[in-house]
């Protein structure tokens, strides 16, 4: 067993047993109560159900009235039956967190990001997530890591149409990580490449992006991406061979290819859409041994931000 293992292993049974010892009985009340509301939202959806039916029918739209509220009467029910799960699951969550904050050190750890201070706009004014009309969070991660502070989280954005519609336009991961140093001049932005096909585009999202296009000496960095900068020679400097190197890696450590990214002011920003879910894997009927399993990929899965600062302070710029 490797090392880190071991420590995983100990912490998980110093930090994280005796606090699931201590939630049992509140696991076992919470699948109780479950297992009661069971039946009677199943009963309720199918009166919801019929209700709709008759509404429907004296309207002359029978099926979408059936439809419409066995819809929304089983929707309210299915959440109502499974709430009791759903809080002994958070309560998990963060038992399972706080052991690995505290295991990992310098790192905290908030599943709702209400009131954090987390600002959106900068991702928004750096070009890295697309225009939107609301933003919401969850999963923070905040910490220092090799004296660069950070912010991880999983966001969702939605825009409102001129009909009135909201729809999803990004669903992913966002990271905020301080720099050493702030840049001299305006943002420098990696946007993604939409290849031969797609060059008008690429054209055109050129328009609209602040700076000049800056060739990266790199044939498959150039391939994917496109650099644009106000400063020709501070964008090399930043995007020089090693971070390139390290750039090219972050799909396989994030888990998808549509990776934008931005040096602005002082942070680095990214936004990694189509993300799995992220620190999603919690559910009241895992073992104690899936647990582990599970402590040890949420773990993981947290020391994500390490290594993403990690690849970043390998460029010549901020060794």
């Excluded at 309210?76 to 958070?90: H, K, M």
């Excluded at 009131?115 to 706009?121: K, R």
């Excluded at 001299?184 to 700076?211: C, E, H, K, Y």
Aim: proline share 3%; glycine share 8%; hydrophobic share 45%.
């Amino acid at each position: 067993m490797e090392t880190d293992d071991i420590d995983l292993a100990r912490a998980f049974d110093r930090h994280v047993v005796p606090e699931l010892t201590r939630l049992e009985q509140h696991r076992l009340e919470a699948v109780a109560e479950s297992a009661k509301r069971k039946w009677p939202a199943i009963f309720g959806t199918a009166f919801g159900a019929a209700i709709g039916g008759a509404i429907g029918s004296f309207f002359d739209s029978g099926f979408v009235g059936f439809i419409f509220l066995g819809f929304i009467f089983g929707l309210g029910l299915a959440v109502w039956a499974g709430s009791p799960l759903g809080t002994f699951e958070g309560h998990q969550r963060q038992a399972v967190m706080d052991a690995i904050c505290t295991h990992v050190g310098e790192i905290s750890y908030s599943r709702s990001v209400t009131d954090s201070g987390f600002d959106v706009s900068a991702f928004e004014k750096a070009h890295v997530v697309p225009d939107h009309s609301s933003a919401t969070f969850e999963d923070l991660l905040r910490g220092t890591h090799r004296g660069c502070s950070f912010d991880l989280v999983e966001a969702t954005l939605r825009k409102r149409g001129s009909s009135n519609k909201t729809r999803t336009v990004f669903e992913g991961l966002l990271v905020r990580i301080s720099l050493p140093r702030a840049l001299t001049s305006g943002p420098v932005i990696i946007a993604a490449d939409r290849g031969q096909w797609l060059g008008f585009f690429n054209t055109v999202s050129g328009w609209m992006t602040p700076g000049s296009r800056v060739a990266i000496p790199h044939d498959a960095f150039e391939e994917r991406y496109e650099v644009y900068a106000e400063n020709a020679r501070e964008a090399l400097e930043l995007i020089n061979p090693r971070f390139v190197e390290n750039f090219l890696k972050l799909p396989d450590v994030l888990g998808t290819k549509k990776i934008l990214a931005a040096f602005h002011g002082s942070a680095f920003l990214i936004s990694a859409e189509g993300t799995d879910a992220f620190l999603d894997d919690f559910s009241a009927d895992v073992t104690m041994a899936e647990l582990r399993t599970l402590f040890a990929r949420t773990h993981h899965e947290t020391r994500l931000i390490h290594r993403i600062v990690d690849q970043l302070l390998e460029g010549d710029r901020y060794a």
